[in-house]
């Protein structure tokens, strides 16, 4: 047992508190249950844990708990030290003694902690422990029980939650919300899209949290790789852990963001029109991500009716290229820029290849450094005849990471591309509409689920030269009504334009995320029997449904719900399909984007 004491001019602080305790006594009435005696009695005149008065036979206490006693006079330290005593179920307690107030109170430490589950018992038995004489008549015992051990709950935190493919680090924590006498040791699992030892290393995946510390850390490193891949995540949990618990399940989701390799796919064509050849329309588009100095390491393959790959066929020239230059490679590249017309400007270079170039819209198409593959379009070991990525008569096309296509044979029956059902991405304007919502739910209000959504096809550097007008009741178009703000954004972003964005994010739910942009407009007002036009600066660039028809009972209609475009065409959601679901994905028709 230690012994502490807080003591300045003991004698003088003695009197002090000797003549307050006179001037307090004589301030009270005679009925007064608090009145202090200067009888030469020691008393008890509180005891503490923490703040909390410390009652005879309280429970669960906690171990680390700091006991305060509190008495009438100041003490003779020596002679109460020696006299009390604090004893366990085993034996007596390691603890130290802290005075202070003049001597008149007691701190009771435990020197580490107290046993879990415990029942103690602080004794002073009579006698004399006053600095003047003062006597304890009545024996001090306190009895308490501690609380039972619970262990630590650990938790998982990472300094960031996107990382670049780029051989990128960061740092996750496993951090305890208390300490403990034991080693925590904590088996890590890992999950999600991307592949430990493949897209990313750890340092451990075994963490020990020594005893008496809070946390310890390992680090998660990217690996880049030549390969065009999507987007990857990382789950880390949890495996298994000895002396903490997991009670909250803890996890932690780290997405790599995949960065593109120099060159990737762009586009793959099969076209066909009135008046072309056979192989007229064959080509690949391909776009620089960065600048090459020297084209001719990369190559072209053609997987001709799911036969598997045959190797390099078409090898690019030793030329360089600028960051965002686009590249056609086409095999009749006189007769598909005639078909084109202006659009071949898009294009930094068009280059003729041999007759390697030979897809009939049902073989995949390789892209090659040296003799790696980096990106695939399609199957190269499943002919693509009736897939969702045939492209005969048509095109595959790239916006951002994800592939769009025309349909089979929609370009069939033109004479040129601007004149075709599907034009060719590349040829079409930088921002089109998406999607056009009317949906009313439980809580919706009237204008809640109000919104257009629209596509970047392109990089836009200034998005305000695009405008929105809503064709009220068939009444004709009524101009520009909304200007998008002055911003810029990327190819393959979603962008929604919403009357209660707040309303509408609820009912989405998660998947709100998939929006980069969400923006608030009061000129959403269209009831889902309304048309809808896109304006690039005064023109026209596109137009759901007529804006000189009401829609109602026509197949556009979108009232109650939604309609949406998938590679080039519209489907709805059917008339009041949401009614009654509270949210898009508890309802019968879940908006595309969410599914």
């Known amino acids: 047992m230690e012994t502490i004491i807080k003591s300045k001019t003991r004698a003088l602080l003695s009197s002090c508190v000797f003549i307050f305790i006179l001037l307090a006594f004589s301030a009270c009435s005679n009925?007064?249950?608090?009145?202090?005696?200067?009888?030469?009695?020691?008393?008890?005149?509180k005891q503490n844990i923490g703040e909390d008065d410390l009652m005879d036979g309280a429970e669960n206490i906690p171990v680390e708990s700091s006991l305060t006693l509190v008495f009438s006079h100041s003490l003779n330290t020596e002679?109460?030290?020696?006299?009390?005593?604090?004893?366990?179920?085993?034996?007596?307690?390691?603890?130290?003694?802290?005075?202070?107030?003049?001597?008149?109170?007691?701190?009771?430490?435990?020197?580490?902690?107290?046993?879990?589950?415990?029942?103690?018992?602080?004794?002073?038995?009579?006698?004399?422990?006053?600095?003047?004489?003062?006597?304890?008549?009545?024996?001090?015992n306190i009895n308490f029980r501690t609380a039972a051990?619970?262990?630590?709950?650990?938790?998982?935190?990472?300094?960031?939650?996107?990382?670049?493919?780029?051989?990128?680090?960061?740092?996750?924590?496993?951090?305890?919300?208390?300490?403990?006498?034991?080693?925590?040791?904590?088996d890590l699992d890992f999950a999600g899209t991307a592949t430990l030892d493949t897209d990313y290393s750890v340092s451990s995946t075994e963490l020990v949290i020594p005893a008496g510390e809070l946390s310890a850390t390992f680090e998660l490193t990217t690996t880049p790789d030549q390969e065009n891949d999507d987007n990857e995540s990382v789950i880390i949990s949890v495996a298994s852990i000895e002396n903490a618990t997991d009670n909250d399940n803890t996890q932690v989701q780290i997405n790599i963001t995949e960065e593109?390799?120099?060159?990737?796919?762009?586009g793959v064509m099969a076209l066909t029109w009135?008046?072309?050849d056979t192989n007229d329309g064959k080509a690949v588009h391909v776009v620089a991500n960065a600048d090459i100095a020297d084209l001719s390491i990369y190559s072209i393959g053609v997987a001709n009716n799911g036969l598997g790959t045959d190797g390099p066929e078409y090898t690019f020239p030793a030329i360089s290229l600028s960051e965002g230059d686009n590249v056609l490679v086409a095999r009749n590249p006189e007769a598909l820029s005639a078909y084109f017309e202006n659009c071949t400007d898009e294009f930094a270079v068009i280059l003729e290849s041999n007759n390697s170039i030979s897809q009939n819209g049902d073989d995949a198409i390789e892209l090659y450094n040296g003799d790696t593959i980096i990106e695939v379009y399609g199957d190269s070991d499943v002919d693509g005849t009736g897939l969702e990525w045939e492209y005969s008569g048509s095109w595959a096309y790239k916006i951002g990471r994800e592939w769009?296509?025309?349909?089979?044979?929609?370009?069939?029956?033109?004479t040129l591309n601007s004149q075709s059902s599907c034009p060719y991405p590349i040829c079409k304007e930088a921002l089109e509409l998406k999607g056009v919502l009317a949906i009313l739910w439980d809580g919706s209000g009237t204008n809640g689920g109000k919104a257009v959504h629209f596509k970047a096809n392109k990089d836009i550097e200034d998005l305000s030269i695009y405008g929105v007008g809503i064709t009220n009741n068939g009444g004709g178009t009524d101009g520009v009504e909304y200007v998008f703000?002055?911003?810029?954004?990327?190819?393959?972003?979603?962008i929604l334009l919403a009357r209660e964005p707040g309303t509408i994010a609820a009912y989405f739910g998660g998947c709100i995320d998939d929006f980069e942009h969400v923006l608030e407009s009061d000129s959403m007002n269209q009831n889902g029997d309304d048309g809808v036009e896109l304006f690039n600066g005064e023109a026209v660039v596109?137009?759901?449904?007529?804006?000189?028809?009401?829609?109602?009972?026509?197949?556009?209609?979108?009232?109650?719900?939604?309609?949406?475009?998938?590679?080039g065409e519209w489907t709805v959601g059917g008339v009041d399909c949401a009614a009654g679901s509270t949210t898009t994905q508890n309802s019968s028709c879940v908006y595309p984007i969410c599914e």
């Open 31 to 45: 009925d007064d249950d608090i009145a202090v005696k200067d009888d030469g009695v020691l008393r008890l005149l």
């Open 79 to 140: 002679a109460l030290s020696s006299a009390l005593q604090v004893n366990a179920e085993g034996g007596n307690a390691d603890y130290s003694l802290e005075f202070s107030n003049s001597n008149s109170t007691i701190k009771i430490t435990p020197n580490t902690r107290f046993d879990y589950e415990t029942s103690y018992t602080i004794n002073i038995p009579e006698g004399v422990y006053g600095a003047e004489g003062e006597a304890l008549k009545e024996p001090v």
């Open 149 to 186: 051990y619970v262990p630590p709950v650990i938790k998982l935190s990472s300094d960031a939650d996107k990382v670049k493919e780029s051989a990128e680090t960061i740092t996750i924590t496993a951090e305890l919300d208390k300490d403990t006498d034991e080693d925590v040791t904590v």
């Open 260 to 266: 593109l390799p120099p060159l990737s796919l762009k």
């Open 274 to 276: 009135d008046g072309s």
């Open 404 to 414: 769009t296509y025309g349909g089979v044979d929609c370009s069939v029956g033109s």
């Open 485 to 494: 703000p002055q911003m810029a954004v990327e190819e393959g972003d979603d």
């Open 542 to 567: 596109e137009t759901y449904g007529d804006a000189n028809v009401d829609g109602t009972g026509e197949f556009w209609e979108y009232s109650g719900s939604w309609a949406y475009k998938i590679n």
